[in-house]
C-alpha cells in the first residue's frame, strides 16, 4: 500500500504545484494555465460546430455589408463594417472584454424570449455621432464619458438602422424581430444572464474616415440554439438561393414601374445659323432620309432600338423592327 500523504506534505505538493516545481514524469502532473492539445475546458464547451460557426459568420457577413451601406447612407460618408471574428465565450469573458463606458444596449429577440447585446466601443460610436451633428470623420480622440441624452437619441437612430439589417440578415433562415429595450454606458452594472452563461459573440470592425472601432454583437446561446440546431451551410445556400429568387422578382416588379424618358428621332440634317433664325411655323426642312427608312428610339438618352412611324388608336406611335448596332448612325 503506497504511504498516505500528511496535512503538511499535502500543503507542500500544493504549493510547489503552484509555483511550477512539479515537473511532468513518473506519476507527476504540470502545471498550466489552460487546457492542452486533447484536453476539454469544461469552463468554454464548444457548444456550436465549426459548419454552424461558418453559417453565422456567412449570415452577419451580410450584416455587416447591410449595416455599413445603411450608415454611409445615414451620415453622407462612406462607413466600412468588416466581420473579425465569431467565437464561442461565457457572458462573464464577453463583459470583461468590454470597456467602461460603452454604448451597451440590449435588443429583445421575437419571437424568442431572449435577449442579445449589441455594442458600440467609443472609438466607432462617437465619430458617426460627430458626422451626423455635422463634423468630420477625421481620426480623433473620443471623450472618455457615457452618452449624453442627445447622443442617446441618435443612437437610437443607428441601432434602428441595425436591427433592420439584421432582421434581413436572419430572414433566410428565420424570421426575427429586434426590438430595443434598454441602454447602458457601463456593462457591469447589465447582469442579464449568469457569468457562466454559454454565448456566441460576434465581432466586427467599423471605419469611418480616419477614425475607427469595434462593434461586438452577443447571442445567448440557449437563444439560437434551436434556430441553429439542424443548421448547415447547405441548408442555408438552399435557403439563400430561394432568397436570391424571390428578390430577383421583386427588383424586376420594382424596376417594372420605373419611368424612362423616351424620344425618337427622325432624321438629322444640318442648315446655317441664319437659316435656322428664319425658321416659321410651315416651313419645310429637307434630309436626306426616305420616308419610308427606319427611325431611332432612345431610352434616357441613349439609343436602343429601329422602327417604323405608325398610328396605333388615333395616336402616334412607332413600331420597334430591331436592336440598334453599335456606331450605327440616327
Same mark, same amino acid.
Given at each position: 500500500?503506497?504511504? #498516505?500523504?500528511?496535512?503538511?506534505? $499535502?500543503?507542500?505538493?500544493?504549493?510547489?504545484?503552484? &509555483?511550477? +516545481?512539479?515537473?511532468?514524469?513518473?506519476?507527476?502532473?504540470?502545471?498550466?494555465?489552460?487546457?492542452?492539445?486533447?484536453?476539454?475546458?469544461?469552463?468554454?464547451?464548444?457548444?456550436?460546430?465549426?459548419?454552424?460557426?461558418?453559417?453565422?459568420?456567412?449570415?452577419?457577413?451580410?450584416?455587416?455589408?447591410?449595416?455599413?451601406?445603411?450608415?454611409?447612407?445615414?451620415?453622407?460618408?462612406? $462607413?466600412?463594417?468588416? %466581420?473579425?471574428?465569431?467565437?464561442?465565450?461565457?457572458?462573464?469573458?464577453?463583459?470583461?472584454?468590454?470597456?467602461?463606458?460603452? =454604448?451597451? +444596449?440590449?435588443?429583445?429577440?421575437?419571437?424568442?424570449?431572449?435577449?442579445?447585446?449589441?455594442?458600440?466601443?467609443?472609438?466607432?460610436?462617437?465619430?458617426?455621432?460627430?458626422?451626423?451633428?455635422?463634423?468630420?470623420?477625421?481620426?480623433?480622440?473620443?471623450?472618455?464619458?457615457?452618452?449624453?441624452?442627445?447622443?442617446?437619441?441618435?443612437?437610437?437612430?443607428?441601432?434602428?438602422?441595425?436591427?433592420?439589417?439584421?432582421? !434581413?440578415?436572419? =430572414?433566410?433562415?428565420?424570421? /426575427?424581430?429586434?426590438?430595443?429595450?434598454?441602454?447602458?454606458?457601463?456593462?457591469?452594472?447589465?447582469?442579464?444572464? =449568469?457569468?457562466?452563461?454559454?454565448?456566441? $459573440?460576434?465581432?466586427?470592425?467599423?471605419?469611418?474616415?480616419?477614425?475607427?472601432?469595434?462593434?461586438?454583437?452577443?447571442?445567448?446561446?440557449? %437563444?439560437?440554439?434551436?434556430?441553429?440546431?439542424?443548421?448547415?451551410?447547405?441548408?442555408?445556400?438552399?435557403?439563400?438561393?430561394?432568397?436570391?429568387?424571390? !428578390?430577383?422578382?421583386?427588383?424586376? &416588379?420594382?424596376?417594372?414601374?420605373?419611368?424612362?424618358?423616351?424620344?425618337?428621332?427622325?432624321?438629322?440634317?444640318?442648315?446655317?445659323?441664319?437659316?435656322?433664325?428664319? /425658321?416659321?411655323?410651315?416651313? #419645310?426642312?429637307?434630309?436626306?432620309?426616305?420616308?419610308?427608312?427606319?427611325?431611332?428610339?432612345?431610352?434616357?438618352?441613349?439609343?436602343?432600338?429601329?422602327?417604323?412611324?405608325?398610328?396605333?388608336?388615333?395616336?402616334? =406611335?412607332?413600331?420597334?423592327?430591331?436592336?440598334?448596332?453599335?456606331?450605327?448612325?440616327?
Amino acid at each position: 500500500m503506497p504511504d #498516505i500523504l500528511d496535512q503538511d506534505e $499535502v500543503d507542500a505538493l500544493l504549493q510547489a504545484v503552484k &509555483k511550477g +516545481n512539479v515537473p511532468a514524469g513518473e506519476g507527476g502532473a504540470s502545471a498550466s494555465a489552460g487546457p492542452v492539445e486533447g484536453e476539454y475546458d469544461f469552463k468554454r464547451p464548444e457548444r456550436v460546430t465549426k459548419e454552424q460557426l461558418r453559417a453565422l459568420q456567412t449570415i452577419h457577413e451580410i450584416f455587416s455589408r447591410g449595416f455599413g451601406s445603411s450608415l454611409s447612407g445615414l451620415i453622407r460618408a462612406i $462607413v466600412d463594417v468588416q %466581420l473579425q471574428e465569431v467565437e464561442q465565450a461565457t457572458y462573464g469573458e464577453f463583459i470583461s472584454s468590454l470597456p467602461n463606458p460603452t =454604448s451597451f +444596449n440590449l435588443l429583445h429577440i421575437f419571437p424568442t424570449d431572449g435577449t442579445a447585446v449589441l455594442e458600440f466601443n467609443p472609438e466607432a460610436i462617437f465619430p458617426i455621432i460627430d458626422r451626423m451633428l455635422g463634423g468630420s470623420t477625421s481620426e480623433t480622440t473620443p471623450p472618455g464619458r457615457a452618452l449624453t441624452q442627445i447622443e442617446q437619441r441618435l443612437t437610437a437612430t443607428i441601432l434602428e438602422k441595425a436591427m433592420s439589417q439584421l432582421q !434581413s440578415a436572419w =430572414s433566410n433562415l428565420e424570421k /426575427l424581430e429586434f426590438q430595443l429595450i434598454a441602454s447602458e454606458s457601463n456593462p457591469q452594472l447589465m447582469q442579464i444572464h =449568469s457569468p457562466n452563461e454559454p454565448v456566441v $459573440v460576434i465581432r466586427f470592425q467599423a471605419k469611418i474616415g480616419k477614425a475607427q472601432g469595434s462593434i461586438n454583437l452577443c447571442y445567448p446561446y440557449r %437563444l439560437i440554439e434551436p434556430v441553429i440546431s439542424t443548421f448547415t451551410a447547405q441548408t442555408w445556400l438552399a435557403q439563400a438561393k430561394a432568397g436570391d429568387k424571390d !428578390s430577383a422578382l421583386m427588383m424586376k &416588379k420594382n424596376l417594372g414601374r420605373a419611368g424612362l424618358d423616351v424620344a425618337v428621332f427622325l432624321a438629322e440634317t444640318s442648315i446655317k445659323v441664319s437659316d435656322m433664325i428664319d /425658321l416659321q411655323p410651315g416651313h #419645310i426642312i429637307l434630309t436626306n432620309k426616305p420616308s419610308n427608312a427606319e427611325i431611332t428610339l432612345s431610352v434616357e438618352g441613349k439609343t436602343k432600338f429601329k422602327g417604323k412611324p405608325g398610328i396605333f388608336k388615333n395616336h402616334k =406611335s412607332i413600331l420597334i423592327t430591331r436592336p440598334i448596332t453599335p456606331g450605327e448612325e440616327i
